[in-house]
């Protein structure tokens, strides 16, 4: 099992920008794809961007493309999201998720592909 902890939320004008980062521990970080997933109360939880192995290999969802890259550095055993022309259609709570994966380009954006998951991180985006 690997643990997760998200930190970068916070409250951010429209416009704005942010970059979300997830620190993974417990188990090599090599070993998995890694995902952004953010949820509205009330609403179901939805991918925002996946990152392979590799890091060859990212997807995006279509409200967020253009507006949000994912990265991950191996050194620090880390994945980031960096976001920008926030809206505050974009509040919601982030939270990072890993997919031990067979293959090193493998970037899935379905629950079921994920076991580990962080606790989550604020972002508030007003208008």
């Known amino acids: 099992q690997v643990q997760l902890v998200e930190s970068g939320g916070g409250l951010v004008q429209a416009g704005g920008s942010l970059t979300l980062s997830c620190a993974a521990s417990g188990r090599p970080f090599s070993d998995y794809a890694m995902a952004w997933l953010r949820q509205v109360p009330g609403k179901e939880r939805e991918f925002v961007a996946t990152?392979?192995?590799?890091?060859?290999?990212?997807w995006y969802a279509d409200p967020v493309k253009g507006r949000v890259t994912i990265s991950r550095d191996s050194a620090k055993n880390t994945v980031y999201l960096q976001m920008s022309s926030l809206k505050p259609d974009d509040t919601a709570v982030y939270s990072c998720?890993?997919?031990?994966?067979?293959?090193?380009?493998?970037?899935?954006?379905?629950?079921?592909?994920?076991?580990?998951w962080g606790r989550g991180t604020q972002v508030t985006v007003s208008s």
């Open positions: 990152i392979s192995r590799s890091g060859r290999t990212t």
């Open positions: 998720a890993a997919s031990r994966t067979i293959h090193d380009d493998a970037a899935p954006y379905y629950a079921n592909a994920y076991y580990d």
